[in-house]
C-alpha cells in the first residue's frame, strides 16, 4: 500500500459559531480505475456540533479523519461515490468511529470494485433528508460521474458538498468506466445550477467555487 499522509486546514466557522460548524482537512493516496493509478488529494469533510456530525466519504486516511471528529458521535459516513478514493477506508472509518456507511445505490457495481460483495450500511436515494445539529441536509441524485454520484444540499448554510460532480471549473471527470459526459452536464444543469448562485460549493478535490462562479464559466460552453 501506498504511504498515506494528511494534514488540517483550520475549521471553517459556520454562522451559528460554537453550534454548527463545517470542519475540514486533507488526506492524499491514490485513485485506481481502469488500469490506472494516481496520485491524489481528496478533501475531508465533517458538518456538525460539538456533540454529533456526519463526515462525507473516507478519503485515504481514517486517523485524518477521526482527528477532525475528536470526541464526537459520528452518526453518519455519506458517500458522495464510490470510487476507491472516496471509499477505500470507508469500512475501517466506519468500524472506526461505529458509524453507519450510506451509499446511493446505483453505485453497486463501482463499490464492488475496491469491495467485493461485502456491504454498506444503508441506501441514499434522491430527496433524502439526514439531520445533524437540528440541522437538514439533502441529497441530490447526480449521476454522470459515477451512476450513483450524490450532492449534499445544506439550505441553511447555503452549501452544496459536490464530491466529485462539480468542482471549481466544472463538471468532474468522465473519461472512466460508468462515467457520462452528458449525463453529468445535464444533472449540473437541472439539479445544481438551479440552487441559489450564492450557494458554496465544497468539493472532492480542490478549492471551493459557488454556483454561480460555476454557471457562469459554462456559458457558451457546455450550457
Known amino acids: ?50 456533540e454529533r456530525c456526519v463526515v462525507f466519504d473516507a478519503p485515504h486516511d481514517v486517523e485524518a479523519v477521526r482527528a477532525l471528529i475528536g470526541e464526537r458521535e459520528c452518526i453518519g459516513i455519506l458517500l458522495t461515490h464510490a470510487h476507491d478514493d472516496h471509499v477505500r477506508f470507508a469500512p475501517e472509518l466506519s468500524a472506526a468511529l461505529e458509524a453507519p456507511l450510506l451509499l446511493n445505490a446505483a453505485d453497486a457495481e463501482v463499490w464492488e470494485l475496491t469491495h467485493g460483495d461485502l456491504p454498506w450500511d444503508g441506501d441514499i436515494e434522491d430527496g433524502d433528508v439526514f439531520t445533524v445539529a437540528e440541522t437538514d441536509i439533502e441529497a441530490i441524485a447526480t449521476p454522470g460521474h459515477s451512476p450513483g454520484s450524490t450532492c449534499f444540499l445544506v439550505p441553511e448554510l447555503g452549501v452544496l458538498f459536490s464530491g466529485d460532480t462539480l468542482f471549481q471549473g466544472g463538471p468532474g471527470a468522465t473519461g472512466r468506466s460508468f462515467s457520462d459526459r452528458s449525463v453529468i452536464e445535464e444533472s449540473i444543469r437541472e439539479r445544481l445550477f438551479t440552487l441559489p448562485e450564492e450557494t458554496v460549493v465544497h468539493t472532492g478535490h480542490g478549492p471551493d467555487t459557488t454556483i454561480g462562479a460555476e454557471k457562469q464559466a459554462a456559458q457558451g460552453d457546455w450550457l
Open 1 to 50: 500500500m501506498p504511504e498515506q499522509t494528511a494534514t488540517e486546514d483550520q475549521a471553517e466557522q459556520a454562522p451559528r459559531a460554537g453550534e454548527l460548524r463545517i470542519d475540514h482537512g486533507t488526506a492524499t493516496g491514490t485513485f485506481s480505475l481502469d488500469g490506472e493509478t494516481h496520485e491524489v488529494e481528496n478533501n475531508i469533510w465533517v458538518l456538525g456540533d460539538d
